[in-house]
């Protein structure tokens, strides 16, 4: 769904939001779908991009890799409870808190109320994944679906009942007194939304078909997520109401309010939910199998492989995540955002990097698919675009952001090497070669 992309109109305006999602789509999200189909068919095991960093780099950076993207995906996935509750309280007062249809959003405090429900949406997303993965494709193939419809009658009602405050022309507005602040949120607000395709390959033991099914259904999940903004986005700008200089994360229900009606609102609120819902499990699902596959190759305790005797769930992984996330929602929405892409975008450039490595000194590595590109130069250039944009999104992560909330990314990014040699002070078993365990 569109929620959270608000930020990518009013933070310089339509134009260089729109084309900032373009320019992402194929400079960022590209690139990742094709190195995540090559290595996922050449490493077809539970664990995924953790592996791909081990066998180029050695152990050390294989735990950092698992380290940076744990970490990212932990935080990532407290975002969801976060942004549903915004969604509602921009409508429903009460419990929720105070409606703000018609305002811009002022800085909120802790409120311990707000806090419990959130808690409360943490466990009710959480308890479907510790009891099944069977049917995790249906299910989140059908929350698509509930996501989707009311997107698609919202666009309709807002063209049809926009009468003379139509405007096509808006989509050319541009936000012209925006600082450096207002383009590295935008930055920022771009690569959360086209980020996160290399998740899928922390569970590449349980796929089939590897070498077709990465390609075919990352592709695909490109061209729904490019209409899934484009669309909604789109029309809420020419619709004109409220004026896209007001957005911000969780608006679409205030959108959705005063160009359609109450009744929009609501749908859109709760399929909210159901789309925070999809996105929280489909991190959680990645998180616990990428430490079950790091328990499973030596980069982890092996406790935290442990899976559910019934269900098969790795549920050690799955509990401790949950406190994690627990802690985390207290947060407001936009501080989450910043280390998470701090943390996520570092481990997808050191992916990049294991990609380039692996090409370099193992090139008969069997890869059943592979980027049809065999000059490394060429190679070079092609993933020269997601690794400026990469640092760019990097930078943007400590540029213009409070004080806190860099310390925080710099402890957080010390911490990978610190336990790292705590595991190793303690008798960690050493990592277990991709080849070593899987001898036929």
């Known amino acids: 769904g569109a929620w959270g992309s608000e930020g990518i109109i009013s933070d310089c305006g339509p134009l260089p939001g729109f084309l900032g999602i373009f320019i992402f789509m194929w400079m960022w999200g590209w690139p990742v779908v094709l190195v995540t189909s090559e290595l996922a068919s050449a490493f077809p095991a539970d664990g995924g991009y953790s592996i791909w960093v081990a066998e180029a780099f050695g152990e050390f950076w294989g735990f950092q890799e698992s380290y940076l993207s744990w970490t990212s995906g932990v935080v990532d996935n407290a975002l969801y409870p976060v942004l ?5 309280a ?10 703000l249809p018609d305002e811009d959003s002022p800085a909120e405090g802790f409120s311990f109320s707000a806090y419990l429900i959130k808690l ?11 009891m099944s993965t069977r049917s995790y494709g249906t299910s989140l193939g059908l929350a698509f679906a509930m996501v989707a419809i009311p997107f698609i009658v919202f666009a309709c009602a807002s063209l049809a009942t926009a009468g003379a405050t139509l405007s096509w022309g808006r989509l050319l507005e541009v936000k012209h007194d925006a600082n450096w602040s207002d383009w590295s949120d935008l930055f920022s607000n771009l690569y959360w939304n086209w ?15 590897p070498e077709r099914s990465y390609l075919r259904g990352l592709s695909l999940s490109m061209v729904l997520i490019l209409f899934s903004y484009l669309v909604p986005l789109g029309v809420g700008v020419v619709h004109g109401a409220p ?18 009606g109450r009744w929009m609102s609501v749908w859109i609120v709760g399929a909210c939910f159901v789309g925070n819902f999809g996105q929280y499990s489909a991190e959680l699902f990645e998180d616990s199998w990428q430490l079950a596959g790091m328990a499973d190759a030596g980069l982890a305790p092996k406790f935290l ?5 019934y269900f098969g769930t790795p549920w050690v992984s799955i509990i401790m995540q949950v406190c994690c996330i627990s802690v985390l929602v207290s947060f ?18 050191l992916e990049l990097a294991a990609f380039m490595k692996l090409r370099i000194s193992r090139p008969d590595l069997e890869r059943p698919w592979a980027i049809p590109i065999q000059k490394i130069w060429v190679l070079g250039l092609f993933l020269l675009f997601p690794f400026v944009l990469g640092t760019i999104v990097f ?3 400590f540029y213009g952001e409070s004080l806190g909330v860099c310390l925080t990314n710099v402890a957080l990014l010390c911490g990978g090497p610190a336990v790292f040699w705590l595991s190793k002070k303690m008798g960690h078993r050493e990592y277990s070669h991709y080849d070593q365990r899987h001898i036929s």
């Open 305 to 309: 492989g442990r899976r559910h005797k």
């Open 243 to 260: 004026d896209w200089k007001l957005w911000d994360a969780g608006w679409f229900s205030t959108i959705a309010d005063q160009q359609v």
């Open 84 to 88: 549903a509750y915004q969604t509602a």
């Open 195 to 209: 980020n996160g395709f290399d998740c899928v390959s922390t569970c590449a033991g349980e796929v089939k078909n």
């Open 90 to 99: 921009r409508i429903f007062g009460g419990v929720w808190g105070d409606p």
């Open 332 to 349: 407001d929405f936009s501080s989450i955002l910043v280390v998470d892409n701090c943390f996520s975008v570092a481990g997808t450039m």
């Open 395 to 397: 930078l943007s992560c």
């Open 120 to 130: 409360i949406l943490v466990a009710l997303f959480t308890i479907p994944n510790l």
